[in-house]
């Protein structure tokens, strides 16, 4: 069969290309068109009509700047698709550009499968009514997002969560310390985003921590669609490794993690390394933000668990002082960094085993043969 399969950052790439991997094993025949990254490449050996890289905008005010770059991504994959003819559409997150898709599918008699459902319950919860028209088939990550649709009389299928696939087939390096040329000083880990906007406000208030504790290194996380230039202009003369595509080998060997919300908080809480979550934006698209978001917390371990787990910092309260405050806790105070490894052993209980993608491509397999 024919997939088309639609990711437009990073972690719905690394989501993508293990779905790929799962439906060659249930599909023999099976055959890719991807909207994607690099992982998504290497995974269906296609070349991604559009690199994530062209488009992740995130924020009200940067996707109004970017109106003509969206509008002309979404031209070109609705023609793509019109050549291609899939027998399903696979769309991944990514709810602004995806559920567009979905339409465009929907009226041309494609199936519309959706991975990894979009955040409608954090805010614009009404979208719920249009995916019903036009998705087919939903299959959800996380535990509470099946009450919500049961809520609208929507059925849906969770999965399990894709990240303890990715972090459990992961092969971790014994030599990571040596291979980049690390101390065996203690590790802080810093994991700034991967969007430009994400990173040009928060990893200067990151970097700061150097002269705050300068018995640990400081080691930055850096993103695939940056280069190390880009990063050693917040850094300067500072002492600070960057390292690509070696995250969780950098989380296995820190000692606390300062994690830019999003997935990579759900990957550190996996991981159990005690974070801080942080979070920094234009402060209009923030205001905005906060006027429309219906949950209590910005991180997904703290939404899974539906309590505190983790320190959030956000906005205002994302200054260097005060995340220097909360990674001192997690080092010198050791009820602190207990508390935080038991919060983690909830998240555990909450997300089950692995298997996500091989449950998915099944689920899909059969759904496509019905």
């Not at 555990?348 to 759904?367: F, N």
Request: aromatic share 10%.
């Amino acid at each position: 069969m024919k997939y088309y399969i639609v990711a437009g950052e990073t972690s719905g790439d690394l989501h993508g290309a293990n779905l790929i991997k799962a439906l060659k094993i249930e599909d023999q025949q099976a055959d890719f068109r991807i909207v994607g990254g690099n992982q998504m490449q290497e995974a269906s050996g296609q070349t991604p009509l559009i690199h994530t890289s062209q488009m992740a905008f995130m924020g009200f005010v940067e996707v109004l700047k970017n109106l003509k770059t969206i509008s002309r991504n979404l031209k070109s994959v609705k023609e793509d698709i019109l050549k291609y003819r899939p027998d399903t559409i696979i769309l991944i997150d990514f709810p602004g550009f995806n559920l567009k898709i979905a339409s465009f599918a929907k009226q041309q008699g494609i199936k519309v499968c959706y991975y990894i459902s979009p955040k409608i319950w954090a805010w614009n919860q009404s979208r719920v009514h249009k995916i019903k028209k036009v998705v087919d088939h939903m299959f959800c990550i996380l535990p509470f997002e099946v009450d919500f649709y049961k809520r609208f009389g929507m059925k849906v299928d969770y999965v399990g969560n894709p990240l303890l696939d990715a972090i459990s087939d992961y092969r971790f390096n014994p030599n990571f310390r040596q291979d980049n040329n690390l101390s065996e000083e203690p590790i802080i880990a810093l994991l700034p985003g991967s969007r430009k906007m994400e990173i040009d406000e928060i990893l200067p208030e990151m970097v700061e921590l150097s002269f705050s504790f300068p018995k640990h290194q400081l080691v930055i996380a850096g993103a695939p669609n940056f280069d190390k230039a880009y990063y050693e202009k917040y850094i300067g003369n500072l002492d600070i490794p960057i390292v690509f595509d070696q995250t969780y080998d950098l989380l296995r060997n820190a000692e606390v993690a300062v994690v830019t919300s999003g997935t990579a908080t759900l990957e550190t809480g996996i991981l159990k390394v005690p974070q801080v979550v942080v979070y920094k934006a234009n402060p209009i698209s923030v205001w905005i933000a906060r006027k429309l978001i219906k949950v209590k917390f910005i991180s997904l371990v703290n939404l899974i668990n539906d309590y505190l787990s983790v320190i959030e910092l956000i906005q205002e309260n994302c200054t260097t002082s005060d995340i220097k405050e909360e990674v001192g806790k997690i080092i010198m105070d050791a009820e602190h960094r207990a508390s935080i490894m038991e919060n983690y052993d909830v998240l555990a209980e909450k997300l089950g085993e692995p298997g996500a993608s091989s449950r998915t491509a099944k689920l899909i397999v059969r759904y496509l043969q019905e």
